[in-house]
């Protein structure tokens, strides 16, 4: 019965319509192409025939609601055919098909690489197709939930990877500082821990501490807390490291040392002692050299690169923000570096 009504259905549907259906039903009773909710080249088909379709008909033709249906009838035990999710179809074909021109080894791009859901919110909160790819291959490369996936999509992640003021060219070797300089970010977006203005440095050491699995993840992959008011034993004297991690990738101790205000140069100075300590006492002879990330409310990018020019210790200044208020003006006034434009 449910085989006669479909055929009912499509008998009413105009000769090209049957035809690009076929073709899709052919395309998924064959083998070759799996139609389930893992199989995102079968919504990179359906989307292409949406696109295809209206291009020919019209918006009028009701394609959507037309193959919503013919679809459901044909494969009633397979899910994914509600209105809204052939939308999604539709604009993840047009968010990539002017980049993906040659469909032979197109399970190779990132977007393929990834569950849907994660798809539907990359192509719904970033417009730019280069941008697409990129949050698609970092979800992809980091195994990002789509909780972390939203946040650094949120945050900006990909105008503010590598973009710390540091020295790590100078002060690592050309591979290691690639690898950093991806690892370490400015400015850092702190606004889940609600961190009060004008909050005192142990203040904020403390709400990113409560809410520790929030702040390693604004961190990003890899990074993991080995202490915090770290003691270092120098001499006689006690010192405190504020934060004190270990980065897998990196297999080196990071120094994060917070700072409530702007920075100041003697900062670099404390920053440098504490490397010099950890890499005496605590780093074994597997681990590479410590590095430092300074992390303050503001900066002046002449000042922190004069500090840095003649430090040989490894260190990324950066800044954090803590208030929705700064965030929304970050997003209006941050724009992209010149090697992110050809991206």
Known sequence: MLELQAKSKLFQRNREYKQV????????????ISLDQKSIRSYWILGKAIVELQELLGWGAQV???LMQDLTACFPDVKGFSNRNMLHMRAFYIAYRNIIQHEEHIETFPMFLIPWMHNVLIFEKVKEPSLCIWYAQ???EENWSRSTLAQHISSLLYQHEGSALSNFDR???VHDAKIVNRVIKDPYIFTFAEIEEGARERDVEKRLLHCLRDFLSE???G???YGHQYHLSVGKESYYIDLLFYHIELRRFIVVELKSKGFVARDIGQIGFYLAGVDNTVKRPTDLPTIGLLLCRDRNEQTVKHALQYCNAPIGVARYVVTQKELRKLKNETPLREDQKSC
């Open 21 to 32: 259906f076929s073709d899709l039903v052919n395309k998924f009773t064959n083998g070759d």
């Open 64 to 66: 959507v609601e037309n």
């Open 138 to 140: 970092k979800t992809y």
């Open 171 to 173: 002060t690592l070797s």
């Open 219 to 221: 961190l990003g992959e």
């Open 223 to 225: 990074f993991t807390l």
